[in-house]
């Protein structure tokens, strides 16, 4: 047994540097602070430092330590920062365990700084791959090499548990729990927002809601969709567009550029999560390179156009209620009029049959973090918890 697992009460560091990764840490977090087994500490890693206070506060969380904002540069520069600053604080924290989530800057650094330190790592949303090592770029990349220096792995899907023992990963560390992200979607389904809280609507029978920020599509990918967009409200006056507007000035300059001037589309700044929620539930179709609406459009029954070459999210592809579109604008707006004209597709149910589970991933990632430091899953290794447990 490791020192680790000998401690009577572990310290187990949650690091959010993003927006994404505060919706998909959530649950973990308050799972972790009802159980009696651990001390759980949220750290803001200082990547979009005002961004993570906010989303925190939004969802009742608030982080125990959090680094200086990190100053823009070029990704190596950035994770350079990143991973000097997160190990500060883990030391800070007396951290046992650190749990980095997806795939940014963060939870690369995150993974770096936790084996400078010694400690062991948790990864949350493991397993996700493309078809390409590169694509997209570094998300792929990141993802790939955070599953080298985890010790648990939390996999969202099968698909996922199935790429991570492709890769040589022993069994008795993954463990199938489904997407976090579920979590916090099922809980808004239940708590809608009323209209005065939502923006603006478009002027239209028939509402997309586009999301762009992907760095594979800056530049002319961006230009690309907008053109499609704007082709499409050409041949369908039925349709308007609402588009909350990504911060990175690299995207938001440009997606105003193109569409700022038409009648029938609305920008906004970022939504939160449930007015977002509750506008993605009412639109008739989503354009977006997010991930992470690919995950959460199915459940409630909105069809997704994925604006990206490849997706690491298959399982939404199989279902049916996603297609994905090249960055071509005639290929975008042909497969925009088809899904706009197709039977909407049914919403998945939160159970253990959606591909993405059941919105109680949270809870069974907890479980596990404390058992590792019993000594549980290193002594034993027992079969992952259900997805009805």
């Given at each position: 047994m490791g020192i680790f697992n000998q401690i009577r009460r572990p310290r187990i560091a949650l690091v959010a540097g993003?927006?994404?990764?505060?919706?998909?840490?959530?649950?973990?977090?308050?799972?972790l602070?009802?159980?009696?087994?651990?001390?759980s500490l949220l750290i803001n890693s200082g990547q979009h430092l005002a961004m993570v206070e906010r989303t925190l506060a939004q969802h009742?969380?608030?982080a125990d330590i959090a680094a200086p904002q990190c100053e823009s540069g070029s990704l190596s520069a950035t994770l350079r920062r990143l991973r000097g600053a997160i190990r500060t604080c883990l030391r800070e924290a007396a951290a046992t365990l650190a749990v980095a989530q997806g795939d940014t800057s963060t939870a690369y650094a995150t993974a770096l700084a936790a084996r400078d330190l010694g400690l062991p790592l948790a990864h949350v949303e493991a397993g996700?791959?493309?078809?390409?090592?590169?694509?997209?770029?570094?998300?792929?990349?990141f993802r790939?090499?955070?599953?080298?220096?985890?010790?648990?792995?939390?996999?969202?899907?099968?698909s996922a548990e199935r790429n991570l023992r492709a890769e040589g990963i022993a069994p008795a560390r993954i463990f199938r729990v489904g997407q976090t992200s579920i979590d916090l979607l099922r809980e808004t389904v239940h708590n809608p927002c009323a209209d005065s809280e939502l923006p603006a609507l478009p002027v239209a029978p028939h509402l997309v809601v586009l999301t762009l920020h992907r760095r594979e599509n800056y530049g002319r990918g961006l230009d690309v969709v907008c053109a499609a967009v704007l082709d499409l409200l050409a041949e369908r006056p039925d349709v308007g567009v609402l588009c909350p507007v990504h911060p990175n000035p690299a995207v938001g300059a440009r997606i105003r550029q193109h569409l700022s001037a038409h009648p029938r589309i609305v920008l906004t700044e970022p939504l939160d999560f449930r007015p977002f929620i509750s506008l993605l539930a009412r639109a008739t179709l989503a354009i977006t390179d997010s991930g992470g609406i690919q995950e959460e459009a199915p459940y409630l029954g909105t069809p997704i156009l994925i604006a990206r070459e490849n997706t690491e999210r298959p399982e939404s592809l199989a279902l049916g209620s996603a297609n994905l579109v090249a960055v071509d604008a005639a290929g975008i707006a042909a497969a925009a009029r088809h899904l706009l004209d197709a039977p909407r597709p049914a919403a998945l149910a939160f159970d253990a049959s959606a591909p993405?589970?059941?919105?109680?991933?949270?809870?069974?990632?907890?479980?596990?973090?404390?058992?590792?430091h019993q000594g549980i899953v290193m002594d034993d290794a027992p079969a992952?918890?259900?997805l009805t447990a």
């Open positions: 993003t927006r994404p990764e505060c919706l998909k840490l959530a649950s973990v977090a308050k799972a602070r009802q159980h009696d087994g651990a001390t009742g969380l608030a996700l791959r493309t078809n390409h090592p590169l694509r997209p770029f570094p998300e792929e990349h790939r090499r955070i599953a080298r220096l985890a010790d648990l792995h939390f996999a969202p899907t099968a993405y589970g059941d919105g109680r991933a949270g809870m069974r990632i907890a479980q596990h973090l404390v058992a590792f992952p918890l259900s």
